[in-house]
């Protein structure tokens, strides 16, 4: 396949009303919001999206609103993290048909599969599927390590044409260029490790804090791209804070938090997740001020 990703990709919340539904005007509003601030793709249901919180026909409303909002103007990508196999090719299938341009695929949730059944589990779910796969490394969250070694074997299959490089570990993107040059778009999915990451070589950014702060995650990717590095570290800089807030267990409370204090989503979550209380949320509200307060004008890109 000779899809190209690259830019931002907002790795976007679910959002719900207060009694736990849906809540497509705010999901569709949101959608806008991170459209007309400049970026390059949509990712939904990923972990950020509280993907195991929703059932199967929810996932795929979720699809069709992002697709109808996108209109085509930027690649959605539908996160696929099943228990099984077996389910995320049924997945895959009807996302498809829902208008999906492409998925963002992680290896079976719950059990911790080894290299060979975490590569069969990805060489299934592409012969399931007709649109392109950003494939997605997290050890730190979900226990399975897909390395360099491996991207390496599954190098030809046409249809993975990205990674989502989450191992918290930078050296990985000099690895997987050293073994397969660039036969894949690498994007960085650790928000502090953005900067680092861009500039040794990744392509783009699969991001969380982009939900809050569309605007600087874009023109911060523009500046790092156009090699404007004193004005993009100075950007980094006051973004850090904000950045650290997503390689936190509780990321999703943390990043819905600052979407509700910016006026762009709300707090609400599915339990087991609940709002934020007491001293932690005095913590990252503090955070969240701090930074509004000393929001930076920013430079033209």
Known sequence: ???????????????????????????????QMQLDSGVHGLV????????????????????????????????????????????????????????????????????????????????????????????????VAYRVDTTPEMFAELANEPKFVAIKESSEDVRRISDIRNLVGDRYQIFIGVDDLAMESLLLGAVGWVAGLVCAFPRETVVLYELIKARRISEALELYRWFLPLLHLDVSVKFV?????????????????????????????????????????????????
């Open 1 to 31: 396949m000779t899809t190209k990703w690259a830019g931002v990709f907002p790795a976007l919340t679910t959002k719900f009303k207060k009694n736990g539904e849906l809540d497509t005007q705010l999901l569709e509003k949101h959608y």
């Open 44 to 139: 939904v249901l990923g972990s950020l999206g509280e993907n195991g919180a929703l059932t199967a026909d929810e996932k795929q409303e979720v699809v069709k609103l992002a697709v109808t909002t996108g209109n085509r103007r930027v690649p959605v990508l539908a996160t696929v993290a099943e228990t099984t196999t077996a389910g995320a090719c049924r997945f895959v299938d009807r996302a498809t048909a829902n208008g999906a341009d492409g998925f963002m695929v992680l290896p079976g949730m719950q059990y911790v599969s080894d290299s060979r059944e975490t590569i069969q589990h990805f060489r299934t779910v592409a012969a399931a599927s007709t649109k392109p796969i950003m494939l997605y490394n997290n050890p």
């Open 253 to 301: 409370q943390y990043i819905k938090l600052a979407e509700a204090m910016v006026g762009c989503g709300s707090e609400y979550v599915r339990a087991p997740r609940l709002k934020l209380m007491g001293d932690e949320r005095k913590r990252v509200e503090k955070i969240i001020r701090s930074a509004l307060k000393k929001r930076p004008t920013l430079p033209k890109v």
